[in-house]
Structures are given as structure tokens and as C-alpha cells.
């Protein structure tokens, strides 16, 4: 089993940052691509951001590129979300995902064998 353990959501002004962490226990963090997908109220889960094992291959949904940068320390076995130029749009329960996955398109899907955290709620308020 992996757990995944999310941290750093709030509230904040639009064109606010914030980062969001999460700590991953359980099996070999390095094993695992990781990413972040959120769901927003009364909408269905959404792809954010993803990094393969290595950390050498990230991407991103259009709708956060060049704002949001996920990044991941194999020796903390923790992955990040830096969140800049937050719109209110962002608002959202944002979600830490581990997989067995490799390649640029899986990176963006969800599998069975997915790992999960509970959530972590941003609020982007105009």
C-alpha cells in the first residue's frame, strides 16, 4: 500500500500562490509517477499535473500551464504543486495521485491501481 498524505490548501486572492505538498509513505516514492488532479464543485475530477518517476518529464493541463509547477524530492518522498496566478477558476479540491505510469499521455489518465490523498481544498476568491 502507498499513503498519500496532501498539505498546504487555503483560501487566497486571485493572483495569489500557494504550494501544495504531499508525503508519500508506504512503498519506493521513486517507483511511482506522481500527480495532482483536483475537482472542482459540482464538477468531475480533472487532470492538473503530472511527473514521471524520474521527475524528467512533466505536463500539464492547458489551463494551468505556465502558472502551477509540480516538482517531486525522491529523497523526502514528497511531491509539490507551486500554484502562481491563482483565478478563481482554480477553486477546487486538488488531489495527490500515484501510479505506475511512464509516458507523457498516461501520465494524464487514471488508472484502478491508482493511489490517492483525501484532498485538500483551494479557495481563489475575486
Known amino acids: 500500500q502507498v499513503q498519500l498524505v496532501e498539505s498546504g490548501g487555503g483560501l487566497v486572492q486571485a493572483g495569489g500562490s500557494l504550494r501544495l505538498s504531499c508525503a508519500v509513505s508506504?512503498?519506493?516514492?521513486?517507483?511511482?509517477?506522481m500527480g495532482w488532479f483536483r475537482q472542482p464543485p459540482g464538477k468531475e475530477r480533472e487532470f492538473v499535473a503530472a511527473?514521471?518517476?524520474?521527475?524528467?518529464?512533466?505536463v500539464y493541463a492547458d489551463s494551468v500551464k505556465g502558472r502551477f509547477t509540480i516538482s517531486r524530492d525522491n529523497v523526502k518522498n514528497t511531491v509539490y504543486l507551486q500554484m502562481n496566478s491563482l483565478k478563481p477558476e482554480d477553486t477546487a479540491v486538488y488531489y495527490c495521485?500515484?501510479?505506475?505510469?511512464?509516458?507523457?499521455?498516461?501520465?494524464?489518465?487514471?488508472?484502478?491501481?491508482?493511489?490517492w490523498g483525501q484532498g485538500t481544498q483551494v479557495t481563489v476568491s475575486s
Open positions: 495521485n500515484a501510479g505506475k505510469k511512464s509516458g507523457s499521455s498516461s501520465l494524464r489518465t487514471i488508472r484502478q491501481d491508482d493511489y
Open positions: 511527473l514521471t518517476s524520474s521527475g524528467r518529464t512533466t
Open positions: 508506504g512503498r519506493t516514492f521513486s517507483n511511482y509517477a
